[in-house]
């Protein structure tokens, strides 16, 4: 199975979606549209943005409809066939994992930065800087 991701070069504490573009224009392909919907102030140590993202090119569908997208809550994990998993980030990047073969319920992933453990229902995705973000059933619950 050939997985193609495309990382966005974005560090998951910043949380902000940054693809590769010249003005709306996607070096990728397609354009975009983004929209500031504000910041979020979690507390006095933690603080993300809200981007509204309109991407021509994007199949999904998004919790504000077709082509648009919140890329910090729409964050996910989901399996890619046996053995893979894919991590969507809050900052929108993609992060592939693949199963540890000597022990089924933990993943790497791809570049060797991130952990995942998995159980039925949880996936806990860690770093070695100490982040932490816990996933039920596919959507996050909470960042630590």
Same mark, same amino acid.
């Given at each position: 199975m050939l997985v193609s991701l495309h990382t966005i070069h974005a560090s998951p504490a910043t949380w902000t979606f940054a693809p590769s573009k010249v003005g709306r224009a996607l070096h990728d392909g397609g354009w975009m549209v983004e929209y500031s919907?504000?910041?979020?102030? $979690?507390s006095p140590e933690f603080s993300f943005p809200l981007q509204l993202i309109y991407r021509n090119n994007r199949e999904q569908q998004g919790l504000f409809g077709?082509?648009?997208?919140?890329p910090q809550l729409e964050s996910a994990v989901?399996? +890619?066939g046996r053995g893979i998993i894919i991590w969507t980030m809050p900052s929108g990047g993609m992060v592939g994992f693949k199963e540890d073969p000597k022990r089924a319920s933990d993943y790497k992933s791809f570049d060797g930065n991130w952990r995942a453990r998995v /159980? $039925? /229902? +949880?996936?806990?995705?860690v770093n070695a800087e100490g982040w932490k973000y816990e996933y039920s059933r596919g959507r996050m619950d909470s960042v630590l």
């Amino acid at each position: 199975m050939l997985v193609s991701l495309h990382t966005i070069h974005a560090s998951p504490a910043t949380w902000t979606f940054a693809p590769s573009k010249v003005g709306r224009a996607l070096h990728d392909g397609g354009w975009m549209v983004e929209y500031s919907l504000g910041q979020v102030n $979690a507390s006095p140590e933690f603080s993300f943005p809200l981007q509204l993202i309109y991407r021509n090119n994007r199949e999904q569908q998004g919790l504000f409809g077709r082509q648009w997208w919140c890329p910090q809550l729409e964050s996910a994990v989901l399996p +890619r066939g046996r053995g893979i998993i894919i991590w969507t980030m809050p900052s929108g990047g993609m992060v592939g994992f693949k199963e540890d073969p000597k022990r089924a319920s933990d993943y790497k992933s791809f570049d060797g930065n991130w952990r995942a453990r998995v /159980t $039925a /229902t +949880r996936v806990d995705i860690v770093n070695a800087e100490g982040w932490k973000y816990e996933y039920s059933r596919g959507r996050m619950d909470s960042v630590l």
